[in-house]
């Protein structure tokens, strides 16, 4: 069963805010979500991060880092930070999801939208 206790959320982000600290431009929330899923929301960045800058909210995967044209290396080292202790041993083929916790990484959020300073 998927859980993130409040110590390992709280060494997470002590971890991405030395890695993507206010002083550079940088805003996040990182909170635990039930002791289930670690949520990542970036609400504002020194550059354009989106893929889509008609957005306002937007997911960040593996599978789509690389379609961004800013900030690809800083988000990568972000996602590391994010796995680091998490495991995946699923098996969609027979409806069977083990995973060490969820998360949920995106680009602002439904009531605050992504600001560039």
Same mark, same amino acid.
């Given at each position: 069963?998927?859980?993130? &206790?409040?110590?390992?959320? /709280? !060494?997470?982000?002590?971890? !991405?805010? /030395?890695?993507? *600290?206010?002083?550079?431009?940088?805003?996040?929330? %990182? *909170?635990?979500?039930?002791?289930?899923?670690?949520?990542?929301?970036?609400?504002?960045?020194?550059?354009? %991060?989106?893929?889509? *800058? #008609?957005?306002?909210?937007?997911?960040? *995967?593996?599978?789509? =880092?690389?379609?961004?044209? &800013? @900030?690809?290396?800083? =988000?990568?080292?972000?996602?590391?930070? !994010?796995?680091? @202790?998490?495991? #995946?041993?699923?098996?969609?083929?027979?409806? +069977?999801?083990?995973?060490?916790? +969820?998360?949920?990484?995106?680009? @602002?959020?439904?009531?605050?939208?992504?600001? %560039?300073?």
């Amino acid at each position: 069963m998927a859980y993130i &206790n409040k110590e390992d959320t /709280a !060494i997470k982000r002590a971890k !991405i805010k /030395a890695l993507m *600290t206010s002083k550079e431009g940088w805003k996040l929330s %990182i *909170t635990n979500e039930n002791y289930t899923c670690l949520k990542v929301s970036i609400l504002q960045a020194p550059f354009e %991060i989106r893929v889509n *800058t #008609d957005n306002e909210r937007e997911n960040i *995967t593996y599978h789509n =880092l690389e379609e961004r044209k &800013n @900030g690809v290396e800083i =988000l990568k080292k972000m996602m590391e930070i !994010i796995d680091e @202790g998490n495991f #995946d041993k699923s098996d969609t083929m027979t409806d +069977y999801f083990h995973v060490g916790f +969820y998360t949920r990484v995106s680009i @602002g959020e439904w009531d605050k939208p992504f600001k %560039i300073k």
